[in-house]
């Protein structure tokens, strides 16, 4: 590895995106994480907190839902390295249930969740085809695999999630270039502090470890297939769920 082999996290200063990029970093990579432009000021403050902690990763915006930025954001990663490992980890949610679901909640949804992953990808897929070493990881959902109340829409993105790992891991396959999905279950993020009391404690009560996940549970996932010993594994769905889902 060499210092220009560089990791892209999309959402990579959120919750799971800190612990990815960490985790990114301790495995060698030149680290970047993406985030919305509308989001600056706490992207640099989250930078700050990074390097007090001794971690050192860059900072690149794009908002992942328009092509044209992700173009931008490759061209400008193109000047530091080469991306040989890309977290496809940037997710919004919307909840509502459908009856009730307006279509600017629907296509939100689907267009960060979904559209993000094209968008981002569409950008490095020749690249580390041509270098004959890839890594993507696709962060979908345990509610992509059992669908959620609530969630018609990030519940139809996540399933989406998988296909597409799927499509493109057929594609890539032969050029050394891995891509699986990780499908967090109910891990102690914003995201998940933020459902409404009692569904939150009637989720918790039920995940047969007995305890939310941690984001660390997630970026040790992804340090696995991420791994030049996983050359193995592509196009598969790894659930990091504490049991809440098995089949
Ligand atoms: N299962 C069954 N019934 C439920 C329910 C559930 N999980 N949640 C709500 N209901 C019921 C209510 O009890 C109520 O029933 P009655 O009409 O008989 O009183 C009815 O549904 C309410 O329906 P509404 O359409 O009026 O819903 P609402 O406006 O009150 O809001 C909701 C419903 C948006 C789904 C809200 O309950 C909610 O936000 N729930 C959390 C959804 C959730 O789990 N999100 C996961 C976020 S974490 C994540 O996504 C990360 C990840 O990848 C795991």
Not at 38 to 67: R, T
Not at 105 to 125: E, H, P, S
Request: charged share 15%; aromatic share 6%.
């Amino acid at each position: 590895m060499t210092s220009s082999d560089l990791a892209l996290v999309t959402g990579g200063t959120g919750g799971l995106g800190t612990a990815i990029c960490r985790a990114l970093e301790a495995a060698g990579y030149a680290v970047f994480a993406n985030y919305h432009p509308a989001e600056q000021a706490s992207a640099l403050a989250w930078l700050d907190s990074q390097k007090a902690d001794g971690f050192n990763p860059g900072l690149i915006a794009a908002d992942v839902s328009d092509y044209s930025q992700c173009e931008q954001m490759a061209a400008e990663l193109a000047t530091a390295g080469s991306v040989r490992v890309l977290v496809n980890n940037a997710g919004i949610v919307r909840d509502s249930t459908l009856k009730k679901m307006e279509p600017h909640q629907w296509q939100a949804v689907i267009d960060v969740n979904l559209g993000g992953m094209y968008n981002v990808t569409r950008q490095f897929i020749t690249p580390m085809m041509d270098a004959g070493f890839g890594r993507i990881i696709n962060i979908s959902s345990v509610n992509g695999q059992r669908g959620q109340f609530g969630q018609a829409n990030y519940s139809a993105a996540k399933a989406g999630v998988h296909g597409f790992t799927m499509a493109v891991a057929r594609e890539t396959a032969s050029k050394q270039v891995t891509v699986n999905s990780i499908s967090p279950g109910f891990i102690d993020t914003e995201m998940v502090q933020t459902i409404p009391e009692p569904q939150r404690r009637e989720i918790i009560n039920n995940i047969p470890v007995g305890r939310v996940g941690q984001p660390a549970d997630i970026a040790n996932a992804v340090s696995f297939l991420v791994h030049p010993d996983s050359s193995y594994i592509t196009g598969i769905n790894l659930p990091v769920n504490g049991g809440v889902f098995m089949h």
